[in-house]
C-alpha cells in the first residue's frame, strides 16, 4: 500500500458503494489498483480539492458545498479528500 496510504485505501474500501452500485474491490490490494487505475488523485485541502474539481467538471451554478459533496468525493477522517473519477 503506496501511492495512496492505508487512510485512502481503506476509507475507499469501505465507502465504495458511494459511488458504485456494487463493490469494485474485496481486498485493500484490489482497493488500491482500482485507485491507480482510475488515477484517483488525493487533495489536502478543501481549497485544492475545490480547484481540483472546478477544473474537471462542470460546476456552474453549484455550491462549494454541492461540489465537495458529489458522489466521486471521499472526505477522508484526516480532513483530506480523495477524489475517484470512474
Do not use: H, K, W
Not at 475507499?12 to 485493500?28: C, H, K, R, S
Not at 480539492?49 to 456552474?60: F, I
Not at 458529489?70 to 479528500?81: D, H, I, Q, W
Amino acid at each position: 500500500m503506496n501511492s495512496y496510504g492505508e487512510e485512502c485505501i481503506q476509507f475507499f474500501l469501505e465507502n465504495q458503494l458511494q459511488l458504485f452500485p456494487e463493490a469494485v474491490a474485496e481486498t485493500p490490494e484490489e482497493a488500491e489498483e482500482f485507485l491507480e487505475d482510475c488515477m484517483a488523485v488525493v487533495c489536502d485541502t478543501r481549497e485544492e480539492a475545490l480547484a481540483y474539481l472546478e477544473e474537471g467538471m462542470d460546476v456552474s451554478g453549484m455550491s462549494e458545498e454541492e461540489i465537495l459533496e458529489a458522489e466521486e468525493v471521499f472526505t477522508l477522517p484526516s480532513g483530506r479528500y480523495l477524489i475517484v473519477e470512474a
